[in-house]
């Protein structure tokens, strides 16, 4: 039977071939991807009506289509993207040709790249488990091919316990195979995926909706206890330039070296910080970080910052202190955060006299201001009205309506008016604790800014005046009007069985992320440093005698079963056997082929009776034989006769 | 010695025309110290060749009719009360012979059934307390109606097990249904068969049958034939060692008629139908149709 004919087989194969290419989806062209379908669905009606696949000449044609269309969507061959789209274009027109079995192994081992190339793209757990998935369909698809009886559901199940058998030797493959570094310049030409994120200045008249996506940012693993929700602020970049509108960092931060040395006291929280892929090198540290591993550095404004490519994720082991004094402010420093655009106007200036800003100690200033933020009509929304025109002004006598950036920048102006030395600090502020996992996620809409204000003795202190207006959205890390768009907190009360389901999604989810964070902590991110803390944590200090031992070893273990395999077969066969066997093939050329079950009698009284001339030879080999072979009583001369007879023959 | 069996044989052919293979089987079985099965429709020559067999090789012989109420003291014999010295004396029965035929052992009721088939196996018949040694060389030919035929009992597997060989006889070809029909009565012409072998000779005969050695390239065929029996999907069941060592046996009395003192592959092969054919459960109830596949697939050592 011709298994490339076998409709089983192909339909099983076409399945999982459609089901490997499916998450491609994302990103080759959709012209590439429904030419690729195009094509699948072309050979699956092909299983039925044999004289609809296309002929050697159609074929060419589709090829060259085919090629047409990758050069028109992609200019070029190398590279990540190119080489994908090619390979999937290559199965797809190979599904077209299928003649032999050859060719059914060709398109399973294409298949294979294909699925493989998915994890260039993406490297979650769940695409894991789905490539892990497929893989298994095709492995079956493998076996039902050499199969007598291909049986789709026996073939899974054989599937399915090979790749269980394969997973231990992957583990070990895993953990001791050097972790080699893509070479660059396999990516060079991947397009420049914009993240959303923090940028580098903030403008909160020109937002009317800030955006809240769900993106993680980063996690964080307590070593000891966790910081209560007040004392979450993950420092990011610091603003202390501004235009009225417009907040900016200070790019010259270079008067590091005249800065007073911070004291730090309190009990310090140690963590490990597992950054997502950015395309920024911020590394967003609890205030205020002191200790830090070697690619990362401390600026000027306190911020942590990596040299090292943000594009991947990366882990951190971060020390910090919540209790800090940074001790005397640089010129520099002054200059930076008492400036303003231009003279305030006589409204501000009004108000900050009203709040005792110019004649009383700036603590005495600060807590008036949030008393005022307070008291006086300010509400906190994510959805504020446009301030285009002198936005703090706006924002502080009309609107009235503000997230936390409008908080900080109109605080901080104020500071600024009443010679206070004060900057805009962004970050991200709090994070949701996985109870499983026990770590704290921090995703985009946790995005914060509040204010440092620089206080004599005390050092640069850290004023949240969002704090002040929703002290819920710092104390407990809710984000109402973020609930309420997500439909997670509604004004109905909820029936006690809608709470139960709702907790127990929430655990649910807390789960997956907990998994997911172990699956980028642990496989994602096991590269050569990790490898060789581990190895070496488990004695292994050179990575070069290690990989030594592990090729001698996997070489002497593979020579072992070989000889192993080959002298068992070596010893079942016995000389007088292997002469008798050059005897038979001898006798092939002459158009005799010994069958299976044919005893030497009677092949040699077939042999008699093909070629009689040759009746005495052929009967004395094959009576020798048989005395050697099942008789009693045979000499090493009888041997060295067959030989001798055999060769004569 | 070979010669003798030769002239035996020969003389056989004359009587049953045209089933020299089969005579042949019939000779190795009994060499083999074996039990002969004969199926077939009446009238075959079943009988004919068992009565042939008896007169040849000088044995007693006693034909046994089993019909559906036979019972086992018409078989094994049965105690009699003697009037003049008031004891119970054993009448042995028509088993204690050195050659049985029992005719349609199929048609009988299992008990009946059972009786001929322990004595058989024992080679001993046990009556009230006492054992009855049976002559030596004890031989059983028992033949049967195929068992679609009205009023059979067919034999279990147990009991079928028992057989070293059963034998398919079939139809005689035209030549030698011409010759039958030309020639003179059977029965008459057994009456005047001379006596070839003693049972002293058939005696040591047996004994140099199992000095025929078997080499361990016959001993790996042997057992990849039974395990594949056990391992193909073919058989409902495959052939236990009681049959393996049957399948020997027979080869090595195949090999002696053969004039070898050895056995080789093409031995095995040619008694392989008549010894697994009714131990295997397939499709089919032809021996050699059944056998077919291990020939073709099993690989000659």
């Not at chain 1, 002198?390 to 500071?415: D, Q």
């Not at chain 2, 012409?189 to 058939?202: A, C, D, F, W, Y």
């Not at chain 2, 499709?283 to 077919?292: C, L, P, T, Y």
């Amino acid at each position: 039977m011709n298994r490339a004919q076998n409709k089983n087989i192909l339909i099983f194969l076409l399945a999982s071939i459609g089901l490997i290419v499916l998450p491609h989806f994302e990103h080759i062209p959709n012209a590439v991807f429904a030419f690729f379908y195009l094509l699948l669905i072309w050979r699956l009606i092909g299983i039925w009506k044999q004289n609809w696949l296309p002929n050697k000449l159609c074929l060419f044609i589709l090829t060259v289509c085919g090629l047409a269309l990758l050069y028109s969507q992609y200019q070029g061959v190398l590279g990540r993207d190119a080489g994908t789209r090619l390979f999937i274009m290559a199965l797809g027109l190979k599904l077209l040709e299928i003649k032999s079995e050859r060719d059914l192994y060709v398109i399973t081992y294409l298949a294979f790249i294909v699925a493989a190339s998915q994890f260039l793209y993406e490297q979650s757990l769940l695409m894991a488990a789905y490539i892990l998935f497929v893989c298994s369909a095709l492995l079956a698809t493998l076996i039902c091919i050499n199969s007598c009886k291909p049986n789709p559901v026996v073939a899974i199940k054989t599937a399915g316990l090979i790749i269980i058998q394969a997973l231990p030797m992957a583990v070990v493959l895993f953990v001791l195979f050097p972790r080699v570094e893509a070479p660059k310049w396999m990516f060079f030409n991947e397009q420049y995926q914009a993240k959303t994120g923090l940028s580098d200045n903030m403008e909160p008249g020109s937002i009317s909706d800030l955006g809240m996506s769900d993106e993680l940012v980063f996690r964080v693993k307590f070593i000891g206890k966790l910081p209560p929700p007040r004392e979450r602020y993950w420092r990011g970049p610091v603003l202390s330039y501004t235009d009225g509108k417009k907040w900016t960092q200070i790019k010259k931060l270079n008067f590091s070296h005249y800065m007073d040395k911070p004291v730090f006291n309190g009990t310090p929280y140690q963590y490990t910080l597992l950054m997502e892929p950015q395309d920024k090198h911020w590394v967003f540290a609890l205030e205020l970080p002191v200790e830090f591993t070697s690619p990362v550095s401390r600026n000027a404004n306190y911020q942590l910052i990596t040299s090292d490519t943000p594009d991947k994720r990366t882990e951190y082991n971060i020390t910090s202190y919540p209790n800090y004094n940074t001790g005397f402010i640089t010129r520099t420093e002054f200059k930076d955060a008492t400036q303003l655009p231009n003279k305030p106007s006589d409204k501000i200036t009004q108000l900050v006299k009203q709040l005792q800003g110019f004649d009383s100690t700036p603590e005495n200033f600060i807590t008036q201001l949030l008393t005022h933020f307070r008291k006086e009509d300010f509400h906190y929304t994510l959805t504020p009205p446009l301030m285009e025109e002198n936005p703090i002004e706006t924002f502080l006598f009309k609107t009235r309506y503000g997230f936390c950036s409008h908080y900080a920048a109109a605080f901080v102006y104020l500071m600024r008016v009443a010679h206070i030395p004060a900057r805009v600090v962004t970050g991200y502020q709090g994070g949701e604790y996985n109870k499983i996992g026990h770590f704290l996620e921090i995703r985009q809409a946790d995005a914060h800014a509040w204010a440092e204000v620089w206080l004599e003795n005390k050092g640069w202190v850290r004023i949240d005046p969002t704090a002040a207006i929703a002290p819920e959205r710092i104390e407990q890390n809710i984000n109402i009007d973020q609930l309420i768009a997500s439909g997670i907190i509604n004004y109905v009360p909820l029936s006690e069985n809608a709470q139960q389901t709702l907790d127990w999604l929430k655990q649910s989810q807390q789960l997956w992320h907990n998994l997911d964070y172990s699956w980028q902590r642990w496989v994602i991110n096991y590269d050569n440093k990790h490898q060789a803390i581990f190895l070496s944590s488990i004695c292994i200090d050179d990575l070069k005698a290690m990989l030594y031992w592990l090729a001698g070893l996997i070489g002497s273990i593979t020579a072992l079963l070989s000889w192993l395999l080959l002298y068992e077969k070596r010893k079942n066969i016995l000389p007088e056997m292997q002469i008798y066997q050059y005897f038979c093939k001898k006798m092939l050329k002459h158009g005799l082929v010994k069958a299976k079950g044919e005893g030497a009698k009677d092949f040699g009284d077939r042999i008699i009776i093909e070629h009689p001339e040759k009746s005495i030879a052929i009967r004395k080999i094959t009576d020798l034989f048989i005395k050697i072979h099942y008789g009693k009583y045979s000499t090493s001369d009888d041997l060295k006769a067959l030989k001798q007879l055999i060769k004569h023959l | 010695m070979q010669n003798d069996t030769q002239h035996l044989l020969e003389a056989a052919n004359q009587i049953i025309l045209g089933k020299s293979h089969k005579i042949r089987l019939a000779l190795c079985c009994l060499l083999a110290r074996g039990h002969l099965l004969i199926e077939d429709i009446p009238g075959v020559g079943k009988t004919t060749l068992a009565h042939t067999l008896a007169k040849l090789l000088g044995l007693q012989y006693q034909r046994i009719q089993f019909t559906s109420d036979i019972l086992p003291a018409d078989i094994i014999g049965a105690s009699i009360f003697d009037p003049k010295n008031l004891t119970f004396t054993f009448l042995p029965g028509p088993l204690f012979k050195q050659l049985v035929l029992a005719d349609e052992i199929n048609r009988a009721t299992p008990k009946a059934q059972s009786a001929l088939l322990e004595a058989m196996e024992e080679q001993t018949i046990s009556v009230e307390g006492k054992t009855y040694q049976l002559p030596e060389p004890f031989f059983v030919i028992a033949t049967q109606n195929p068992s679609h035929q009205i009023g059979t009992f067919p034999l279990p597997e147990s009991q079928l097990d028992r057989f070293l060989m059963r034998l398919e006889l079939g139809y005689p070809n035209q030549e030698s249904e011409r010759l039958l029909l030309q020639g003179q009565n059977r029965r008459s012409l057994i009456n005047s068969l001379p006596v070839k072998l003693t049972p002293e000779q058939l005696l040591i005969m047996q004994n140099k049958v199992s000095e025929v050695y078997a080499s361990n390239a016959v001993l790996d065929y042997c057992q990849a034939i039974i395990s594949y029996t056990r391992e193909s999907s073919d058989y409902q069941y495959g052939l236990s060692p009681r049959a393996g060592l049957a399948l020997l046996n027979a080869a090595k009395a195949w090999a002696f008629l053969d004039k070898r003192d050895a056995v080789i592959p093409e031995d095995i092969q040619a008694v392989l139908a008549a010894v697994a054919g009714h131990r295997l459960k397939s499709g089919n109830n032809d021996s050699a149709a059944i056998v077919a596949p291990i020939l073709a697939k099993v690989a000659v050592q």
